[in-house]
């Protein structure tokens, strides 16, 4: 008989909970890591993570621990789930107790900031392991309703499409509906330019000005996300699928997207100061929209609403004198 496979997720956040109880009921042997000891003991304790995901009891098979080395031992699979921006420095202290054949897994949906790298480059570099061995989860997958078990699809990209296979096998349940892909490029832009794009229409919500600009807004997101993929060696086929339009509407749609509700209270007036000290959790976006427009300037690929959100959310630029800007860009055929 063959053992449960054993999964170590780092982060102890929405996402990196909730796909911890997908593992732990796939059948995996899941300890989180938690930054906090006091996390890690009320999980142990309660089988509930109180501050991310309360009134979900997570499955037996699901421990926590605050020390990286007892969460790596042994594990088949390292699922990464930290805010992109500080993966880089986690890596460096992780790196050392990560086993020869432990396959690591982004959940994370950003771009580093400087180095304009995706998450699996990032890992590569600190880690110094291949391509085969890194793998990227995705897809519209807001935490809450993963954590309560409601049915969902997502992606599970890697080079390597018998890891993706060995990964989709660990983590696919009754409501959890993982499909592999190869294409760990789009994949992995397709999250992190969603988020933009989320904020993009969070801010249209805030401005009340109606579902004609959000289906535009997508639309034309989905088109620049597509633009950057294409230029980036990308599958372009990925944009139409899960990781593409499927987390794109989700996050567009949905209060519980972080990034969606950040926009939405921009849109509403607030300051940045204030949006910033209202959100509790991770909104990727806010960072990543300028790593993300400073890529495209490295691929000479025009991203008229990423440069609108950075406006807006960096620059001070008020809302509505970015919209008139954007709707008064020259005018364009709509396939080019
Ligand atoms: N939430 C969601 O629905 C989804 C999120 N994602 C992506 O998953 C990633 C993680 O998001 P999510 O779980 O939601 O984020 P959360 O904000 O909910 O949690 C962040 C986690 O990272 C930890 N953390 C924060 N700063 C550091 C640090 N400097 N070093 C180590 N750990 C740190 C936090 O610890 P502490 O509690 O101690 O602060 C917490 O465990 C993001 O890239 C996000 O885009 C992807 C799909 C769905
Ligand atoms: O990526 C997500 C859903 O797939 C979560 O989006 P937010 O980070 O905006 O909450």
Redesign the pocket.
């Known amino acids: 008989m063959t053992r449960p496979a054993k999964a170590a997720v780092?982060?102890?956040?929405?996402?990196?909970?909730?796909f911890g109880m997908v593992l732990a009921d796939a059948g995996c042997e899941v300890t989180l890591w938690?930054?906090?000891a006091r996390?890690a003991d009320e999980v142990n304790r309660t089988r509930v993570n109180h501050?991310?995901l309360p009134g979900i009891e997570l499955p037996a098979r699901v421990r926590a621990t605050a020390e990286a080395a007892e969460a790596f031992d042994g594990a088949d699979f390292a699922v990464l789930?930290?805010?992109?921006q500080?993966l880089r420095?986690?890596l460096a202290d992780w790196t050392p107790h990560l086993g020869p054949r432990t396959v690591l897994v982004s959940?994370?949906?950003?771009v580093e900031l400087g180095t304009t790298k995706r998450?699996s480059e990032v890992i590569g570099d600190v880690t110094g392991v291949g391509r085969e061995r890194i793998a990227v989860v995705?897809g519209p997958?807001?935490?809450?309703e993963?954590a309560e078990r409601r049915p969902a699809a997502a992606v599970v990209a890697c080079a390597d499409e018998d890891v993706a296979t060995r990964l989709q096998a660990a983590c696919h349940t009754s409501y959890f509906r993982p499909y592999t892909n190869t294409d760990v490029i789009g994949c992995e832009l397709g999250?992190a330019v969603k988020?933009v794009i989320g904020l993009a229409v969070g801010i249209a919500d805030g401005m009340g000005l109606g579902d004609n600009t959000k289906g535009s807004l997508i639309t034309r997101g989905l088109a620049e996300t597509t633009r950057l993929g294409l230029a980036m060696g990308a599958d372009p086929l990925t944009f139409a699928g899960l990781a593409g339009l499927g987390d794109l509407v989700a996050t567009c749609s949905s209060p519980?997207?972080?990034n969606h509700t950040f926009g939405t209270n921009l849109g509403r007036g607030m300051t940045l100061e204030q949006t910033v000290a209202a959100t509790?959790?991770?909104a990727?976006g806010v960072k990543s929209c300028r790593s993300v427009l400073d890529l495209a300037g490295r691929h000479g690929v025009d991203m008229p609403i990423t440069e609108t959100v950075v406006g807006i959310v960096h620059e001070g630029k008020p809302p509505m004198v970015a919209l008139k800007e954007l709707m008064s860009r020259s005018a364009k055929p709509e396939r080019r």
């Open positions: 780092l982060g102890t956040g929405s996402w990196g909970t909730a938690a930054r906090r996390i501050e991310y789930a930290v805010p992109s500080t420095a986690n959940l994370m949906k950003g998450m995705t997958n807001l935490a809450k993963i999250g988020n519980l997207s972080r509790r959790q991770t990727e």
